[in-house]
């Protein structure tokens, strides 16, 4: 296929400066996928197993409170939180503000420092309430 170079080649992304909006943005997506895909499964097992009977949610709980599940549980509960706030984010630019350069970074941040704040807290609190 011929180019016809009197066109202009859409931006590429060395064109623009990165920023912490295009990362919230990529998260977005990412996380929405990972929730779809390792929270949807996670589900799916939690209601076969609760509707099979005693037997089978055991198992699903021995496996769900293993201490090596924490390498799902953790990110998992760290992508709901970005997937929210950043969603939380898109809805007020849908209703028409936050769209000024440092008003949208600082809440681009705020998203990323919220996730990891809330995913600490609610792991603390996990933690501290299985030890007591």
Same mark, same amino acid.
């Given at each position: 296929?011929?180019?016809?170079?009197?066109?202009?080649?859409?931006?590429?992304?060395?064109?623009?400066?990165? =920023?912490?909006? &295009?990362?919230?943005?990529?998260?977005h997506?990412?996380?929405?996928?990972?929730?779809?895909?390792? $929270?949807?499964?996670?589900?799916?097992?939690?209601?076969?197993?609760?509707?099979? =009977?005693?037997?089978?949610?055991?198992?699903?709980?021995?496996?769900?409170?293993?201490?090596?599940?924490?390498?799902?549980?953790i990110?998992?509960?760290?992508?709901?939180?970005?997937?929210?706030?950043?969603?939380?984010?898109?809805?007020? &630019?849908? &209703? =028409?503000? $936050?769209?000024?350069?440092?008003?949208?970074?600082?809440?681009?941040? &705020?998203?990323?420092? $919220?996730?990891?704040l809330?995913?600490?807290?609610?792991?603390?609190?996990?933690?501290?309430?299985? $030890?007591?």
């Amino acid at each position: 296929m011929h180019r016809n170079p009197s066109r202009p080649l859409s931006p590429h992304l060395t064109v623009w400066k990165w =920023g912490p909006h &295009m990362l919230v943005s990529i998260l977005h997506r990412v996380t929405g996928a990972g929730l779809s895909v390792a $929270g949807g499964a996670a589900l799916v097992w939690w209601l076969l197993a609760a509707a099979d =009977g005693r037997e089978a949610y055991a198992t699903f709980v021995e496996w769900a409170t293993w201490k090596w599940a924490l390498i799902i549980w953790i990110p998992l509960s760290w992508a709901l939180f970005q997937h929210t706030l950043s969603g939380l984010r898109h809805f007020v &630019m849908d &209703m =028409g503000a $936050g769209f000024e350069l440092p008003v949208n970074k600082f809440w681009a941040n &705020m998203t990323i420092v $919220g996730s990891l704040l809330l995913t600490a807290l609610l792991w603390a609190w996990i933690i501290l309430e299985k $030890g007591a």
